[in-house]
């Protein structure tokens, strides 16, 4: 029964499977080089012209826009290779176990038909796994830009608590016994 279960997961779980594991490495390092972007350009303790801010916003706006495209893209190559090593390797694993592709024309057609039936059973099945494997990267892909939202409004709520209780201590008038005045 166990060897049953870990036949399964070894099977089932995308990290265990060679095919999927050196991708899901490279999703996660690209994942984590992202991670340190942020979607402003504030620096702490720093008071901006409307102008000045605009601009450094502008410039930092284009900058995220170039970055979270190459991540994009190269999300993208890194699913389909995956996905097309996967499908290459189902078809390698196919011809092996069942032979050359049947022709149509071959003396038992019975055969054929079982053969292509359960051919066709194992690429729906590997269709679904790479659909979870999709599925699981675009999760992984939304929690990252998720990430990314609330470190930046993190920061800049930061920022602006910093600036208003600087603000508010500019602002508070000292009293006498502060002052060491009697």
């Given at each position: 029964?166990?060897?049953r279960a870990?036949?399964?997961l070894s ?8 095919v999927?594991?050196?991708?899901l490495?490279?999703?996660q ?9 942020r ?6 303790g720093t008071?901006?012209?409307?102008e000045a ?6 410039e ?5 826009s ?5 991540f994009?893209?190269e ?6 290779g995956?996905?097309k090593n ?5 078809e390698?694993?196919?011809t092996?176990f069942?032979g ?12 054929n038909?079982?053969?292509?039936y ?7 099945s590997?269709q ?13 892909i ?7 939202l ?11 608590t910093l600036f208003?209780e ?11 016994s502060?002052?060491?005045v009697?």
């Amino acid at each position: 029964k166990c060897k049953r279960a870990q036949d399964y997961l070894s099977k089932n779980l995308f990290h265990l499977n060679p095919v999927f594991q050196s991708s899901l490495q490279r999703i996660q390092g690209l994942r984590f080089n992202l991670s340190c972007v942020r979607l402003h350009s504030i620096a702490m303790g720093t008071l901006y012209t409307l102008e000045a801010f605009i601009q450094a916003q502008q410039e930092q706006r284009d900058l995220v826009s170039i970055q979270l495209a190459e991540f994009a893209d190269e999300i993208t190559k890194i699913v389909k290779g995956t996905c097309k090593n996967a499908l290459d390797n189902l078809e390698g694993r196919l011809t092996d176990f069942y032979g050359k592709p049947r022709t149509p024309h071959a003396a038992n057609e019975d055969s054929n038909a079982m053969y292509s039936y359960t051919i066709a059973a194992a690429r729906r099945s590997e269709q679904r796994k790479l659909l979870c494997y999709v599925r699981m990267t675009d999760y992984m892909i939304c929690d990252t830009l998720h990430e990314l939202l609330v470190e930046s409004i993190s920061d800049i709520f930061a920022a602006i608590t910093l600036f208003s209780e600087e603000e508010v201590d500019l602002k508070k008038p000292s009293t006498a016994s502060e002052n060491g005045v009697s």
